[in-house]
């Protein structure tokens, strides 16, 4: 089984591709999603542990532990050092079930996927890109959004610069959902045949 890793900043385009892939029968794990699961159960009593205060009736409260790690990197890593292991395994388990189903290529969608060093379980990565002046207009648009958050958020990336020479494919994720579309597929058809081989490291 090849398994692909996606990423790309805020923006610029990954869950429209990450929304394609699963349109096309490609199974997807978010990482982002699974993350919210883990703030409502999982992770609940080691996150109000370290960051007591910042949980409500068995929820993480993410606004409040938001406040927590703002502008302090040690607690931003005290908190990945709870959450990280857990989706790596949670990772793991989704490819291993895949693999056992028989499908071909999976895709995990990893938003820090070279900041965190994902793309060891990966077989080949695509980044999302887009302009500086289309991820602002789009991210500045969400709902809540300052222009402050934006730049914190954006600050503990990589650069799009940086994401596209790491990574193995890149795809314009600023034009039209049609060309997104398009390229994609061409990635995908260029993909059919490719033999993966990150699963022998990472099955049990």
């Known amino acids: 089984m090849l398994v692909i890793g996606l990423t790309g900043g805020m ?10 892939f699963r349109s096309r029968g490609i199974p997807v794990f978010d990482a982002d999603t699974y993350v919210h699961t883990l ?4 992770a609940v009593p080691a996150i109000e542990a370290a960051f007591p205060g910042t949980t409500r009736g068995g929820r ?5 532990l938001a406040k927590e790690v703002a502008g302090r990197p040690e ?15 949670a990772e793991i388990d ?29 077989d080949t990565t695509i980044a999302l890109s887009t302009s500086e002046a289309v991820q602002r207009e789009r991210v500045l648009a969400r ?32 034009s039209a959902l049609e060309n997104l579309h398009a390229q994609l ?20």
């Open 11 to 20: 923006g610029m385009g990954k869950s429209s591709a990450a929304a394609h």
């Open 39 to 42: 703030y409502e159960g999982t």
């Open 60 to 64: 993480v409260d993410r606004a409040l």
């Open 75 to 89: 607690r931003l890593r005290q908190l990945e050092a709870i959450v990280h292991p857990l989706v790596v395994q």
């Open 94 to 122: 989704f490819l291993c079930d895949e693999e056992a189903k028989g499908t071909r290529i999976a895709v995990l969608d990893i938003p820090l996927l070279f900041e965190t060093g994902a793309e060891a379980r990966v």
């Open 143 to 174: 709902p809540g959004m300052s222009v402050e958050t934006f730049e914190a958020l954006r600050a503990r990336q990589l650069s799009d610069a940086a994401r596209r020479s790491r990574a193995d494919h890149v795809v314009d994720g600023g």
């Open 185 to 204: 597929d061409r990635l995908i058809e260029s993909l059919q045949t490719r033999e993966g081989a990150v699963m022998e490291r990472l099955r049990p």
